[in-house]
């Protein structure tokens, strides 16, 4: 059972900063992509930021150059730090853990911007 718990979401001003973490447990293959996706109110879930466990990153558009994310293979955690918030980036994150044709995820953290 592959279990994913986040933590590090809050409410913070434009322009600030948060650092969102997930741990996953269980049984992990050790090729795998660990990231992060969010979902506003009224939209569609979508990606912001993947790391595989080769270190391959992949980003969305609107938060290249503000956003950073890391990962720990032998701890299977994987890491968003966000800076430059804005207030379009308030949505529920999620953790999210794709082996294979596998795919799992958190329970979410909310983060909310405001202006």
């Known amino acids: 059972q592959v279990q994913l718990v986040e933590s590090g979401g809050g409410l913070v001003q434009a322009g600030g900063s948060l650092r969102l973490s997930c741990a996953a447990s269980?049984?992990?293959?050790?090729?795998?992509?660990m990231g992060w996706y969010r979902q506003a109110p009224g939209k569609q879930r979508e990606l912001v930021a993947s790391?595989?466990?080769?270190?391959?990153?992949n980003y969305a558009d609107s938060v290249k150059g503000r956003f950073t994310i890391s990962r720990e293979n032998a701890k299977n955690t994987v890491t968003l730090q966000m800076s430059f918030l804005k207030p379009e980036d308030t949505a529920v994150y999620y953790c999210n853990l794709k082996v294979f044709t596998y795919e799992y995820w958190g329970q979410g953290t909310q983060v909310t911007v405001s202006s």
């Open positions: 269980g049984s992990i293959f050790s090729l795998n992509n």
């Open positions: 790391m595989s466990s080769g270190g391959s990153t």
